[in-house]
Structures are given as structure tokens and as C-alpha cells.
């Protein structure tokens, strides 16, 4: 198979990269939110992607090295499986090269699902390691998901405050604010927000947030809807809610409300993932009518001096 690769180009690329991820969805996690994915800052920097195309022109795999999250993130043709190895191949030198530069980590993190052996197989051939049962620092995730024609309890909004959608452009600067402070990070930045508005799959009207008495935002809720395989599929990410609002469970009124909206726009199911079984957002998320759809394995290796 004559094979060429190179880095991220344009926005077109990464129109491709999701058509891919679409066309097998049961092998990969990512797919229904990863417009917010690959919005991601770390794509600033070109050499952090890799695309590899066919004699033709046609995409066979896409990597990229998702500084925000510390994952690696990646999908292949079912036909081009035996690119894996040299996905993990390129990630490796570029993990190597990018370590001490802003967009490096002492770790790096892949997703893979427990029925997938000859991934495992090649990440730990490749130097990772499952995080599963590691003990005290044990870790893995969850792929949830709930009929998109369950119905929704209705919670009580709490007097003064207003579920509404984000004001567009002109609240991405507070919303960013909010968002650094619930996950303690300032991995959200202005320019990732922006992109996330102007990519051809976003819906406005599932960009959900919760604004205080005084008008502060407070909690939120971004949904995504994506045709696949013949069906509408919703997905929830992110969600979020300010500590100093926690007591008026925000949250879970903001993903009601973005369950709602998903179903009225004909979502056939809706999906989410996060950490493992003992997980508060699990909990959570398992009150609101969802239940696991696959166990998620978190593969680690380490990048130490």
C-alpha cells in the first residue's frame, strides 16, 4: 500500500478527519463531539496532527497529540488497521520532540475498548500500559448512553435564575471564565470557544447555560447532534457547573434542559462519557436515564527525564 503523510492543513482536514471517525463508529470513541475536540488549541501547532492518505488521496487515519487533555487522540479505516503501529510510532517521536515545549507532558493517555485485543496488543507493544487496576491511582472510563426517547424529569429552576442559550460570540469571554474555574484549568481559551461556534455542526439553541440572579453565567451544557450510521446521535460535552452554585444542582438542570433539546431535534440517542463506575458525574448521569454501553480502558506511558 503506497502511503503518504503529513500534518493538519486547513479546516478541511478536519472535515475529513470526523467523516472518518464517523464511518466506524463502534471502533471509536470519538465521533459525535469531536467538532469540540478538534477545536482544541493544540492544533495550533500543525506538527501535533498527523494524516495519512492512500495513492488516491483518501484518508486512512488522523492523530493528534491533545495537549488540553493529555490523550492522543486518533481513528483509522477498519481497512487500514495495519497503520496503528505507525500511528503509535509517529505519537511516540512527537511526544519526545514536543516534551519540554508547551505542548508536552511527562504522560500521555489512549483510549481503547476491552473487546479491541490487537490494539492493546500494539499500545503495549508500544511502551503504554492499562490503568485499570494500578491500584490507589486506578483509572478508567465509561461510554453511557440513554434512548433519546426516555423521558425527562423536570427539575425546579431556582427563583431568579434563567436556563437560556449562549449569547453567541458575545458571551464566549464569560463562559471561558466560567469553564476554567469548574475544571481548575485554564485549558479553555477564547479562540477554542470561538471555533467550536463556527464549525458547520454546531446548533446553537444545544449551547446551554444558566445565568444567575445578577446575570453571571453559572452552569452549562453543550450538545452535539451528528448523523450516524443512519441516526441522530446526541452527545453531551461539556457539562459543568460553578461550586458557588452546586447547591442549587445547576448542572443537572442544564442537561435536562440539553436532553429536552436533543430530543427535539429527533435525537435517537443520546450519549456521554466519563470516569468510571464510583464517579459523581456517573452518578449523576445515571439518574438521568442513562446506563453503560462500554467499558472505556485508559492506556498510559510515561515521558520522564
Known amino acids: 500500500m503506497n502511503i503518504s503523510s503529513r500534518p493538519i492543513s486547513d479546516e478541511a482536514d478536519k472535515l475529513q478527519m470526523l467523516a472518518l471517525s464517523r464511518q466506524s463508529p463502534a471502533d471509536n470513541l470519538r465521533v459525535t463531539d469531536l467538532p469540540y475536540r478538534l477545536g482544541s488549541w493544540a492544533l495550533d501547532e500543525p506538527e501535533n496532527t498527523r494524516l495519512w492518505f492512500d495513492a488516491q488521496g483518501r484518508l486512512l487515519a488522523w492523530a493528534v497529540l491533545q495537549t488540553p487533555f493529555w490523550f492522543i487522540d486518533y481513528a483509522f479505516h477498519p481497512e487500514a488497521a495495519c497503520l496503528h503501529p505507525e500511528i503509535l510510532n509517529w505519537a511516540d517521536e512527537r511526544a519526545r520532540q514536543s516534551r519540554e515545549t508547551p505542548f508536552g507532558h511527562s504522560c500521555w493517555f489512549v483510549t481503547v475498548f476491552p473487546d479491541q485485543a490487537e490494539r492493546m496488543r500494539e499500545l503495549e507493544a508500544a511502551g503504554f500500559s492499562n490503568q485499570a487496576e494500578v491500584g490507589e491511582d486506578s483509572w478508567s472510563k465509561v461510554f453511557l448512553q440513554r434512548p433519546g426517547d426516555f423521558s425527562v424529569k423536570e427539575y425546579r429552576i431556582p427563583p431568579g435564575f434563567v436556563v437560556r442559550s449562549l449569547a453567541g460570540k458575545d458571551e464566549i469571554a464569560a463562559y471561558v471564565e466560567l469553564h476554567q474555574t469548574v475544571f481548575e484549568s485554564?485549558?479553555?481559551t477564547v479562540e477554542w470557544r470561538q471555533r467550536t461556534l463556527e464549525h458547520p455542526d454546531y446548533v446553537p439553541n444545544l449551547d446551554i447555560v444558566v445565568a444567575s440572579p445578577d446575570?453571571?453565567?453559572a452552569a452549562f451544557c453543550i450538545?452535539?447532534?451528528?448523523?450516524?450510521?443512519?441516526?441522530?446521535?446526541g452527545q453531551i460535552e461539556p457539562l459543568g457547573c460553578h461550586p458557588d452554585f452546586r447547591k442549587y444542582a445547576l448542572g443537572r438542570i442544564a442537561l435536562a434542559e440539553g436532553l429536552r433539546r436533543l430530543q427535539a431535534h429527533g435525537a435517537e440517542v443520546i450519549q456521554v462519557?466519563?470516569?468510571?463506575?464510583?464517579?459523581?458525574?456517573?452518578?449523576?448521569?445515571?439518574?438521568?436515564g442513562f446506563s453503560a454501553a462500554k467499558d472505556v480502558f485508559v492506556y498510559r506511558k510515561d515521558y520522564a527525564e
Not at 450538545?223 to 446521535?233: I, S
Open 186 to 188: 485554564k485549558n479553555m
Open 223 to 233: 450538545c452535539w447532534l451528528q448523523q450516524v450510521e443512519g441516526r441522530l446521535v
Open 273 to 288: 462519557e466519563t470516569d468510571s463506575y464510583r464517579n459523581t458525574a456517573f452518578r449523576l448521569y445515571e439518574s438521568m
Open 215 to 217: 446575570g453571571k453565567l
